[in-house]
Structures are given as structure tokens and as C-alpha cells.
């Protein structure tokens, strides 16, 4: 198995609901991650998880809050969410934190917030 | 100046034509060059990724790295319309210990016509 899974493909949300995204990996990564990407933007580094224990957390605000309950599942719990944080949502991961080229991404979330 | 230039296009080329994407960047401690490709609605795939300067060839994919003009390139040739997707050149470097930091290019749009 050479994918990381997210689910859901899409989900629309009210500004008072509360979901969470899930990703899965069973190549024995590592390094789990969350990226945000607007249209026509790069991906963008939100959370770092390297072996199960947040590494990095790129200033993202408190209404996204990830988890990683064990070596192959990822999630982040959304909470309070604004229009703007309507994007895709990418997992990713990679066999340890510091294999520096290159990641396996998921296909994403693509998050609508109304 | 950003610390990484990709030109977004869109590109558009007939089928059969050779492709040639770009970025510039300004951070010398770059240490690792990928290429991700990334269909609509999908999430970036990893094409290819080099360490040195050089050329590294995959089929039809060439990626070409100049550390010495900070300049890297991945060539397609033989285009066909399944390319049509958005490349994104990627770099990471040592950001402390093991851990490397990846840096996105914006992305160029490349559409190839039948």
C-alpha cells in the first residue's frame, strides 16, 4: 500500500459546526502533516507529527486542532471555522521527518465553509 | 524577494511538443530539488527529486539542477495531454538536526492540446 487515504473527499460546514478530517497511512511513515491550499496557491505547512508527537505547528489558530492516536491515522478536528478557511486540506507523510525529498500526499479534503 | 520563483503560466503547448518549467530561487542552503505534479482536484504528486547539479532523467521527465545560478528545470518531451496538470518545484532544507523544511513554487498551469 503506497497511499496515504483522506476522508471525506468534501465537506461543507457552518460556521458552528464541528468535523473533523481523517488520513490514513500504512506505509509505515513517520512523519504524518497537514497542508492548506488556496486555488492557484501552493500547498501551505500547518502541523508537523513525528513519531505520533507534534513537531511543528506553523501558527495555524486554535480552531484547527489535529491529532495523531497512533502511527498510521491523522486528524484534524475543526472547530469555529471562518469563510476563508475554505481550501483543500492535504495529509501528507514521509518516512521520518527528515527524509527532506519529497512526501506522499493524499488527494485531499476540499473544504467549503458557509 | 520570495525565496522561491515559478513563472504560473498557464502554459499551453500542441501534443508531441517539448515542455520546459522553471524556478529560480535565492536561499542557498537548499539542499534537495523535487517535482511535484499536481492534477485538478488532486493532491501534488512527487515526479522527481535531484540533490546535485546535473541532469536526472525518468523516461520523458529530465529535471536539471545549476546551484551555482540557482536555477532548476524539468523538461517533458514528447508531450501528451495526460501532462496537463499544475508542476510544482519544490526544496527543502536542513531546518535543525535531522529535520529538512519544504518550500513550495506557486506552481505552473500547463495545458496540452490533442
Known amino acids: 500500500d503506497t497511499e496515504v487515504t483522506q476522508t471525506p473527499k468534501h465537506l461543507v460546514m457552518g460556521m458552528t459546526n464541528k468535523k473533523s478530517l481523517k488520513c490514513e497511512q500504512h506505509?509505515?511513515?513517520?512523519?504524518m502533516y497537514w497542508y492548506k491550499q488556496k486555488a492557484k496557491k501552493p500547498p501551505e505547512l500547518m502541523f508537523v507529527?513525528?513519531?505520533?508527537?507534534?513537531?511543528i505547528n506553523e501558527s495555524v489558530p486554535s480552531r484547527f486542532s489535529p491529532e495523531c492516536p497512533n502511527s498510521s491515522l491523522l486528524n484534524l478536528h475543526l472547530h469555529a471555522l471562518q469563510p476563508e478557511d475554505s481550501a483543500l486540506y492535504l495529509c501528507?507523510?514521509?518516512?521520518?521527518?527528515?527524509f527532506g525529498w519529497g512526501y506522499t500526499f493524499g488527494s485531499g479534503t476540499r473544504l467549503t465553509v458557509v | 524577494q520570495k525565496e522561491v520563483e515559478q513563472d504560473p503560466g498557464p502554459l499551453s503547448v500542441p501534443e508531441g511538443a517539448i515542455v520546459s518549467l522553471n524556478c529560480t530561487y535565492s536561499n542557498s542552503a537548499f539542499q534537495y530539488f523535487m517535482w511535484y505534479r499536481q492534477y485538478s482536484r488532486k493532491g501534488p504528486e512527487l515526479l522527481m527529486y535531484t540533490y546535485s547539479s546535473g541532469n536526472k532523467e525518468d523516461g520523458r521527465f529530465t529535471a536539471q539542477v545549476d546551484k551555482s545560478s540557482k536555477y532548476i528545470s524539468l523538461f517533458i518531451r514528447d508531450s501528451q495531454p495526460s501532462d496537463s496538470a499544475t508542476y510544482l518545484c519544490a526544496m527543502s532544507e536542513n531546518s535543525g538536526g535531522s529535520n529538512y523544511k519544504l518550500t513550495f513554487g506557486k506552481g505552473t498551469l500547463l495545458t496540452v492540446n490533442p
Open positions: 506505509m509505515g511513515h513517520r512523519a
Open positions: 507529527y513525528s513519531y505520533e508527537k507534534l513537531s
Open positions: 501528507a507523510s514521509s518516512q521520518f521527518q527528515g
